[in-house]
């Protein structure tokens, strides 16, 4: 069983929709990061939690540390918002990964 | 500011040799963590360095190896290459001792083995 999560695996929006991405994990963390990974590999760390939420411009992040959870969620999404989402916890001296939401926004 | 510097970008070896991938980290960072992308396993944690000292590794074997100079560069070693080991390998580095420091990734070296 993984440590982390990620639901949907793809996801398929229009521009504008608002959009979901969720992360479950299994163990006690001390941080959940955010990853945006666009096509040709170079990851961009979107949020780094640890409680309660965070917004940037059209992305918000919450994480729920009770029910061992967090949501990216995207309004007005654009195309360029497609690429890969991945969710990463720290528990220790460990690095966990979800497997990665592949989104793509169609114009 | 520069951002996260990995060299080379791409990388092709033969089964049993061995590589060295470097990584410059922003300056004033003093962590820099390793990590391997491929396709089936998806993105795993390598190890991880703080003031030249390594403070934490993954569940890799020994033929992975890194090491931290005084200028918070970093390079990791791979020996005895296993056609397994094609991979991405990016690095990041952050300003202050994880867990509760951002990350800055470099675009990563992609590593093929023949």
């Known amino acids: 069983k993984n440590e982390v999560e990620q639901s949907p695996q793809n996801l398929t929006a229009q521009e504008g929709e608002f959009i979901t991405i969720n992360c479950s994990y299994s163990v006690g963390i001390s941080a959940l990061h955010w990853l945006q990974q666009h096509p040709g590999g170079g990851i961009v760390s979107l949020f780094m939690l640890s409680s309660g939420k965070k917004k940037h411009g059209r992305l918000i992040a919450t994480i729920n540390i009770q029910e061992k959870h967090s949501s990216l969620h995207i309004t007005a999404s654009h195309p360029r918002d497609s690429a890969v989402y991945i969710c990463a916890v720290r528990r220790g001296n460990q690095f966990y990964f979800g497997t990665g939401t592949s989104l793509t926004v169609i114009p | ?114």
Request: charged residues 15%; aromatic residues 10%; proline residues 5%.
């Open chain 2, 1 to 114: 500011k520069a951002g996260v510097t990995q060299t080379p970008r791409y990388l092709i070896k033969t089964r049993g040799q061995q590589v060295t991938l470097s990584c410059s980290p922003i300056s004033g960072h003093r962590s820099v963590s390793w990590y391997q992308q491929t396709p089936g396993q998806g993105l795993q944690f390598l190890f991880e360095y703080f003031s030249e000292t390594q403070r934490n590794k993954g569940n890799f074997p020994g033929r992975f190896s890194g090491r931290q100079f005084s200028n918070s560069r970093s390079e990791m070693n791979v020996s005895t290459l296993e056609l397994g080991d094609s991979a991405l390998y990016l690095c990041a580095s952050s300003s202050r001792e994880a867990p509760n420091s951002p990350l800055h990734f470099g675009n990563g070296t992609r590593l093929t083995v023949t």
